[in-house]
T-cell receptor, first 110, second 112 residues
Framework: RKEVEQDPGPFNVPEGATVAFNCTYS??????FFWYRQDCRKEPKLLMS???SGNEDGRFTAQLNRASQYISLLIRDSKLSDSATYLC???????????FGQGTRLTINP | DTAVSQTPKYLVTQMGNDKSIKCEQN?????MYWYKQDSKKFLKIMFS???????INETVPNRFSPKSPDKAHLNLHINSLELGDSAVYFC???????????FGSGTRLTVV
């Protein structure tokens, strides 16, 4: 079983729609959680950290469910510029490294 | 001003050659990493150094040898390149894992 699993998509949604991604992780000792965004032929960039209480940054909302070991990302009022691959990322306590999911590819259509 | 810079950006070389990729960060981070992103887009860790000391060495062929002359630099030397080494190699740095990484722009290696 992969340490971090995501639906690779692709997700094609119209501009203005709300879209949600989920991700599951296998190790219950995972400690830090993130969503990264990767544009085509570019490096991954930190979108947001994910906290147990859930957190919001503008149109983006992240949730963590430790009991079920899944993380979600909700994008409201999607823009064309949101088109990218979204990577779910976790770290293990004491592991000193981040483990990346395969990514979910999102395309926003005009 | 670039926080994590890698050179070269593109590298095309023949099988059997030896090549190096360089990485430098000006963020003052203690830890640096090499990741490989293959054609299926999986990002897999290869090595990590903390303050010039190797702390992570995943299952990587010993043709790959990292070197960290100081905590701001992490280089990757690859001997006897093979077709399967073709990938994008990303350097990253972090100060605390709980804050995530900052990545370099990647080196696209093509072995022909």
């Amino acid at each position: 079983r992969k340490e971090v699993e995501q639906d690779p998509g692709p997700f094609n949604v119209p501009e203005g729609a709300t879209v949600a991604f989920n991700c599951t992780y296998s190790n219950s000792a995972s400690q830090s959680f993130f969503w990264y965004r990767q544009d085509c032929r570019k490096e991954p960039k930190l979108l947001m950290s994910v906290y147990s209480s859930g957190n919001e940054d503008g149109r983006f909302t992240a949730q963590l469910n430790r009991a079920s070991q899944y993380i979600s990302l909700l994008i409201r009022d999607s823009k064309l510029s949101d088109s990218a691959t979204y990577l779910c990322v976790v770290s293990l306590q004491g592991a000193q490294k981040l483990v990346f999911g395969q990514g979910t590819r999102l395309t926003i259509n005009p | 001003d670039t926080a994590v810079s890698q050179t070269p950006k593109y590298l095309v070389t023949q099988m059997g050659n030896d090549k190096s990729i360089k990485c430098e960060q000006n963020l003052g981070h203690d830890t640096m990493y090499w990741y490989k992103q293959d054609s299926k887009k999986f990002l897999k860790i290869m090595f990590s150094y903390n303050n010039k000391e190797l702390i992570i060495n995943e299952t990587v062929p010993n043709r790959f040898s990292p070197k960290s002359p100081d905590k701001a630099h992490l280089n990757l030397h690859i001997n006897s390149l093979e077709l399967g080494d073709s990938a994008v190699y990303f350097c990253a740095s972090s100060q605390e894992i709980s804050r995530g990484y900052t990545f370099g722009s990647g080196t696209r290696l093509t072995v022909v």
